[in-house]
């Protein structure tokens, strides 16, 4: 049985990846099938990390999950979600289809 996963990287625009906003990502954009759970690895080297989502651009963005210390976690998904880091900080998603 095949493992076929989706990491997707929060960019930052910047890519200093220093007390930013990432672009925003789209977790289940062409998937064949909504998925509610993705994982979550943060590398947190000084600051905060929150993870917000929503679920389209007309909706606010709602705290999914803040971190002050690197981890990894489950994280139910947004259609579209976004970091902002306030200190030095990289976010990964890693979707299992």
């Keep these: 049985m095949a493992n ?5 990287k929060f ?4 890519e200093a990846y220093l007390s930013y906003t990432s672009e925003i990502v789209y977790p289940n954009e062409g998937a064949a099938g909504f998925h509610l759970n993705a994982l979550i ?6 600051g905060s990390v929150t993870i ?21 976690d489950y994280l139910h998904v947004a ?6 880091s306030n200190g030095q900080a990289k976010v990964w998603l890693a979707e299992t289809r």
């Design 4 to 8: 076929n996963k989706i990491v997707t």
């Design 11 to 14: 960019k930052d625009p910047a």
């Design 52 to 72: 917000q989502g929503r679920v389209n651009d007309d909706a606010p963005w709602v705290t999914l999950k803040a971190y002050t210390a690197g981890g990894m």
């Design 41 to 46: 690895q943060v590398e947190l080297d000084s």
């Design 79 to 84: 259609p579209e979600m976004q970091v902002i």
